[in-house]
């Protein structure tokens, strides 16, 4: 027994100093700047030699608010490094842990400080959602290869970062109405927003070619609407394909993707488009337009006369379809369209002529006003904003309007010195269906060019505006309408690396852009798309681009 008891204490001894040696090892590890390809950059980050290691002991200590976020990075590292990393909520945790707490002194809601010492890592947040970026940018401190596949030695770099967004709306948009995706890929598309720290997905769900979610009080919606008979052949107007083209979202597949948006912290917003793009909803219910029928759901792309008409009906129809909307998404937001309305329609029916008299209106630009109004009270009355495309601004702006701009930032500019709130979404700048390359075997786009350097160039605060006008500006989100995006493949071609440029835009302080910065950055980056098996265009890792040319077809 006495010979025992020396050797048993010395075991554990030595497998102490083992212990403790695999972490001090790693103390005085020098970093590379490709260790440190955040994006997108920090407000503020300070290197510094030395390294965490992820091994068999690390826990991740959370309060109990933070536990789906520690679930979150849990299984993030735990696929990574091969082992299992248990959170801990109460009791003591153990040394060489992972804190994650939330801090009141943190100013800004979305801001995070993360600090990783050698035996050490804190993420700390102003709300849980400042606490899942930290976690998000941990993550690029890591491998690429650890997003999909186990690493050896899994460790990383000494860092202290503070940081948080310039601005509080950060949007990527996608058009289903045109052509949809199946769900798995919708989920694949939030998991890529919430890779860049975006925090809203507009959800483009109606249209003229296709009404694509769940209506349960009006099923000829989707029953009828959601089905087009063919589609237009590229850019020949004159032809389609004839094969039947159709599908849309049920309610259930509505609020799975939701849920899944909102533990990446990101709000779905819905459009319903109105008054025009109406086309789709005529077809299913003919009696609410302008006695312009029969209606087709259209197998072209473009701009057409068929309007909603304006009538106690109308409003009924389209205040129940709302209401279902709402009961779906939580968003504060509840996008109503109104681009591209003509106006012929109204100009030539009784009925709304009737309207704009009896309203006082001036015109057919007032009506709108005036639709747009009744539909904005409604949403109100029910604790929802809205917000359209900058043709609202036709005939008055509704009162408590928040207006996208796309026409460039005209529109943008005008509604903030009205003193209403702006998302920049420029064409010129910020849509994603231009054309990202001149080469002639570049996949079918709409027209124009907007390579990643001129998204990187973009800013969202016009010089136009003063001081106080700019804090009307919330951010800028890119739009990817599918008119000619027929794949998924194709959609993520469109996307990236141009996403990776508008995070920058949304993020990081204009005095710390740097494109040369950035583009070192980006390569890193490129590395994670392959990794997660993100199809991306190539161009700007090749060759420099040009922006000298900003012709559209």
């Known amino acids: 027994m006495k010979k025992i008891l020396p050797f048993l204490f010395l075991t554990i001894l030595i497998s102490a100093c083992e212990t403790g040696k695999s972490y001090t090892e790693y103390k005085d590890v020098e970093n590379t700047p490709k260790d440190y390809s955040v994006i997108p950059l920090p407000v503020r980050m300070n290197t510094a030699p030395g390294r965490f290691v992820i091994d068999?002991?690390?826990?991740?200590?959370?309060?109990?608010?933070?536990?789906?976020?520690?679930?979150?990075?849990?299984?993030?590292?735990?696929?990574?490094?091969?082992?299992?990393?248990?959170?801990?909520?109460?009791?003591?945790?153990?040394?060489?842990?992972?804190?994650?707490?939330?801090?009141?002194?943190i100013q800004e809601e979305e801001g995070y400080k993360l600090s990783v010492t050698y035996d050490q890592i804190k993420i700390s947040g102003k709300t849980s959602q400042g606490v899942f970026y930290g976690i998000q940018s941990l993550r690029l401190l890591m491998?690429?290869?650890?997003?999909?596949?186990?690493?050896?030695?899994?460790?990383?770099?000494?860092?202290?970062?503070?940081?948080?967004?310039?601005?509080?709306?950060?949007?990527?948009?996608?058009?289903?109405?045109?052509?949809?995706?199946?769900?798995?890929?919708?989920k694949k598309y939030i998991d890529l927003l919430a890779l860049?720290?975006?925090?809203?997905?507009?959800?483009?769900?109606?249209?003229?070619?296709?009404?694509?979610?769940?209506?349960?009080?009006?099923?000829?919606?989707?029953?009828?609407?959601?089905?087009?008979?063919?589609?237009m052949v590229e850019k020949n107007w004159d032809e389609h394909d004839g094969k039947e083209y159709g599908g849309f979202y049920t309610q259930e597949e509505v609020k799975e993707v939701v849920a899944y948006a909102a533990a990446r912290h990101i709000t779905v917003i819905p459009e319903i488009e109105m008054p025009g793009h109406a086309t789709a909803a005529l077809a299913a219910y003919p009696e609410f337009g302008n006695n312009t029928?029969?209606?087709?759901?259209?197998?072209?792309?473009?701009?057409?006369?068929?309007?909603?008409?304006?009538?106690?009906?109308?409003?009924?129809?389209?205040?129940?379809?709302?209401?279902?909307?709402?009961d779906l998404f939580p968003s504060e937001y509840i996008h109503i369209g109104g681009d591209e309305a003509p106006k012929t329609e109204w100009e030539e029916s009784e009925q709304a002529q009737a309207v704009i008299k009896r309203e006082g209106l001036k015109d057919e630009h007032e009506l709108q006003s005036y639709f747009i109004s009744r539909i904005e009270k409604f949403l109100n009355e029910n604790g929802r904003q809205i917000i359209g495309w900058d043709e609202i601004l036709e005939g008055g702006l509704a009162p408590n309007a928040t207006v996208m701009s796309w026409r460039g930032s005209k529109g943008g500019i005008e509604a903030a010195r009205q003193g209403h709130d702006v998302v920049m979404t420029p064409n010129d700048h910020l849509y994603f269906d231009y054309y990202q390359s001149k080469n002639e075997d570049e996949p079918l786009g709409i027209g124009g060019f907007v390579p990643v350097e001129k998204v990187y160039s973009f800013n969202p605060v016009p010089q136009e505006l003063s001081e106080e006008e700019g804090k009307h500006i919330l951010g800028a989100q890119a739009?990817?309408?599918?008119?000619?995006?027929?794949?998924?493949?194709?959609?993520?071609?469109?996307?990236?690396?141009?996403?990776?440029?508008?995070?920058?835009?949304?993020?990081?302080?204009?005095?710390?852009?740097?494109?040369?910065?950035?583009?070192?950055?980006?390569?890193?980056?490129?590395?994670?798309y392959e990794a997660l098996d993100y199809n991306y265009a190539a161009h700007v890792f090749e060759e420099d681009q040009s922006l000298d040319d900003d012709t559209q077809e």
């Open 196 to 231: 860049h720290k975006m925090n809203r997905f507009h959800w483009h769900l109606t249209e003229d070619q296709g009404w694509r979610i769940e209506i349960k009080k009006y099923p000829k919606l989707t029953e009828i609407g959601s089905v087009r008979k063919g589609t």
């Open 143 to 186: 491998p690429a290869e650890a997003e999909v596949a186990q690493v050896t030695d899994l460790t990383i770099p000494a860092v202290e970062i503070e940081d948080a967004p310039r601005f509080s709306y950060r949007g990527m948009h996608l058009d289903v109405a045109r052509h949809m995706f199946p769900l798995e890929f919708i």
């Open 479 to 528: 739009n990817l309408w599918t008119e000619y995006i027929k794949t998924t493949d194709h959609v993520e071609y469109m996307v990236l690396p141009r996403l990776t440029a508008l995070a920058e835009v949304n993020w990081t302080p204009v005095a710390k852009k740097d494109w040369g910065n950035f583009l070192s950055r980006l390569k890193v980056m490129k590395e994670r």
């Open 56 to 105: 068999e002991h690390t826990r991740i200590v959370a309060s109990d608010s933070l536990v789906p976020e520690a679930n979150f990075l849990s299984q993030l590292l735990s696929g990574a490094s091969g082992f299992k990393l248990e959170t801990v909520t109460s009791g003591k945790a153990g040394d060489h842990v992972i804190i994650l707490k939330l801090d009141s002194e």
């Open 293 to 326: 029928g029969p209606y087709e759901v259209e197998t072209k792309w473009g701009v057409f006369p068929t309007i909603f008409a304006p009538k106690e009906e109308t409003f009924k129809f389209l205040e129940d379809v709302l209401t279902e909307v709402m």
